[in-house]
């Protein structure tokens, strides 16, 4: 698959039911990995779960996502709305209604990230946060202006991306998270990064 054959698109995710993706025999330990560092990174609110997918990774008070089938098995999600992020310009969400939104594995997919950056802020409380998680080795899918940036680029373009929408400076934590084979000891390990900042007064919705 090309890096701009994003599958991000309306028309393939609309038949997805996510059984497509089950686990094989090796064992992927970094949905639980990355739930547990999110809880902590992230601050009591209201939540919205930006291209959610099937596993949410957080309780959250809304979920968006291109897939309906995706989005009815996702357990975490207490409204569930259907959103093209690449197709839709203005989300089905009231100005200022969040306290945190979180995108999780999902930039790389996105065609316009600056117009999702402001979307995006529109949608949060002044003061709210927007929690951005990527595993650097997820360079094989989505948009080739992303998946073709190294670590630091990576962070400087996510940078430029929260500026550019009107939050402030950025909080990194790093970590890893692990995958592997049990069967033939074979344990294996990426870097993920949870990036976080909050809309500034200069976002502010009148």
């Known amino acids: ?6 599958l991000a698109d309306r028309e393939y995710w609309s038949w997805f039911t996510g059984e497509e993706f089950k686990t094989g025999p090796g064992k992927n330990d970094i949905g639980d990995e990355v739930r547990t560092e999110l809880e902590s990174f992230v601050d009591p609110g209201k939540v919205m ?8 990774l957080i309780k959250s ?13 996702n357990k975490d999600l207490t409204r569930r709305v259907v959103c093209d992020l690449n197709a839709d310009t203005s ?22 990230p600056t117009h999702a950056f402001k979307e995006i ?4 409380k002044l003061g709210g946060v927007l929690v951005v998680g990527f595993d650097h080795n997820q360079t094989r899918k989505g948009q080739k202006e992303w998946g073709c940036l190294n670590e630091n680029d990576k962070l400087v373009k996510l940078q ?13 934590k790093k970590f890893k998270v692990h995958w592997g084979f049990p069967n033939h000891d074979i344990r294996l ?12 007064p200069a976002s502010h919705v009148l």
């Open 1 to 6: 698959m090309l890096y701009d054959e994003t």
């Open 49 to 56: 779960n930006i291209m959610c997918g099937k596993y949410g």
């Open 61 to 73: 008070h809304l979920g968006l996502d291109v897939s309906p089938h995706m989005l009815r098995k």
């Open 91 to 112: 989300y089905p969400i009231r100005n200022e209604e969040f306290d945190t939104a979180v995108i999780i594995n999902g930039i790389a997919y996105l065609r316009n």
């Open 121 to 124: 802020a529109r949608t949060l």
């Open 160 to 172: 430029d991306l929260y500026s550019q929408a009107g939050f402030g400076p950025q909080i990194i």
């Open 189 to 200: 390990e990426n870097t993920f990064y949870l990036v976080k900042a909050e809309k500034s």
